[in-house]
């Protein structure tokens, strides 16, 4: 059996180096669990921002789909499209005249506007609006046509901007 006199020659760890150590391991393991929120934060933002970008692109196929129409119904491509903001959506029809952002809804899979009476609409952080803009320009009057997603995520605006040119190339 050790006895006093064995025991205090024993070689050990001393409480401050127990402390040193525990405040390296505190904060390497602080540095990581910053790293993987930060990471969190910002597959967010991407992943809100790949949405915002089809969502866009939707708002100006949608203007280009009543463009199309239009010829094959045999009337001027810009009819119904006056300088204006618009909201529509998949479900297609002459794009609603109205100027503020409209809200986008989910219902079974895909991004709507509420129409009024829709049930089953499960709200987003997205609003969409469609500006269309005739240039006056010696080729062709063609219209300017912006889709602006805008949504507030985590107390903090974001926007995302489109835009292309509709001619009556036809």
Do not use: C
Not at 84 to 100: K, L
Not at 116 to 141: S, Y
């Amino acid at each position: 059996m050790p006895t006093a006199k064995h025991l205090k020659f024993k070689a050990g760890f001393s409480l401050m180096e127990i402390l040193v150590v525990l405040f390296i391991v505190s904060t390497a393991m602080l540095g990581i669990v910053s790293l993987i929120i930060q990471n969190i934060q910002v597959q967010s933002i991407n992943k809100n921002n790949l949405i915002a970008s089809s969502l866009a692109q939707e708002g100006i196929e949608l203007i280009r789909n009543v463009r199309d129409t239009n010829w094959k119904n045999g009337v001027d491509f810009d009819t119904n499209l006056s300088d204006g903001f618009y909201r529509t959506d998949y479900r297609g029809g002459i794009p609603v005249y109205d100027n503020s952002a409209a809200k986008i809804y989910l219902k079974d899979g895909f991004y709507v506007h509420d129409n009024g009476g829709d049930t089953g609409l499960v709200p987003t952080i997205f609003n969409r609006q469609i500006a269309v803009v005739r240039l006056n320009t010696e080729i062709g009057k063609p219209l300017k046509v912006k889709s602006i997603i805008s949504w507030t995520d985590h107390n903090h605006p974001y926007r995302y901007e489109l835009q292309t040119l509709l001619y009556d190339w036809r």
